[in-house]
Structures are given as C-alpha cells and as structure tokens.
C-alpha cells in the first residue's frame, strides 16, 4: 500500500508518543484533506458560472424546492444556516445580478418570497453540473463499491452530529 501524507504524519506522532492512540486521525485528517480539495474544485466549479460558493448555496436551496422555484426567506436561512441580517444581504446581491428576485405571496401581502429567475436557473443548473463532474473525478480512484461504503460510513457519523440540540434547560 502507498503511504500518503496523513500517514506520514500518524507513524509521526506514533514515534513521539507512542502512549496515543492515533487512529481517528487517519479518518479525520484525511476528510480535512479531501474538504480542501473539494473546496478547490467548487470553487473551480462555481466560477465558471461566475458564482461564488455562498451564492451557489442559496440558488441552489431555491432551485431544490422545485417549481416555482422559491422560498421564503426565513425558509432560505433553514436551508443556509445563516443569519437573517446575512440573508438579507445575500438576497440583495443575489437580486441585484438579476439571480433572483422578491415576490409578494398572492394571498398575504405581508409573506415576501424569494424567487429563482430563468438566469439564476442556468447559473445554478450549469454550476451543479460542473461540481458534479469534478467530484466525479474526485471519486474516481476508488474502486467500484467503494465511494457507497464511504458514504455509508460518514452518514454514520454525521447522524448524530447534525441532530438539532436540546434545548438548554432554563431557555
């Protein structure tokens, strides 16, 4: 087997503190790896639309919820996980580029919602099928089989991470 970098650095720190038990690194430090490089390949990815990573997100939330094609914007900060002061903003940027526009709700003025316009939909659509393309790539090393098992093991992991916390007691 070819040793990688993440190895080099575990039989490292084996060396110098062999009292450690230094497996979760070997997971760990390789998904940070692997994120770096598919950071890159977004970005790749996105600027070819002329999108940046954060507008690809709230796009792509919009383009998710199927036709119409919108969201509110206390949907979008669900989706984002972003404040609503930043949503604001990123909705203003996103409409000032003619990606999206405001839309009143035909049934209560009050409820404004964010729509997908036709240029956001080919900016969008045309990103999504670039990243798929350099992810693929990415993937590409694994053997058949492998790329399932992977995916099954981080959703085991990322379950019981993402599961919304308790409320603290008192709030």
């Known amino acids: 087997m070819t040793m ?5 650095i575990c039989a490292a720190w084996e060396r110098e503190r062999s009292d450690l038990d230094t497996s979760p690194l070997h997971v760990f430090s390789r998904v940070t790896r692997l994120a770096r490089h598919l950071e890159i390949a977004r970005r790749r990815a996105f600027a070819g639309q002329h999108l940046e990573a954060w507008e690809f997100d709230v796009l792509s939330a919009l ?5 119409p094609y919108q969201l509110t914007p206390g949907r979008l900060i669900e989706e984002t996980m972003v404040s609503s002061g930043t949503m604001t903003n990123r909705i203003d940027r996103l409409a000032s580029k003619g990606l999206v526009e405001r839309a009143a709700d035909s049934t209560d003025r009050r409820v404004v919602h964010v729509r997908l316009t036709a240029k956001g ?15 693929q790539e990415l993937l590409a090393p694994l053997p058949d089989g492998d790329a399932t098992a992977l995916a099954t093991g981080l959703r085991a992991l990322l379950i019981p991470l993402d599961e919304p916390s308790p409320p603290e007691p008192g709030k």
């Open 63 to 67: 383009y998710r919820a199927g036709e």
């Open 4 to 8: 990688d970098e993440v190895d080099r």
């Open 121 to 135: 939909r080919d900016a969008v659509d045309g990103a999504m099928t670039d990243l798929l393309a350099l992810e």
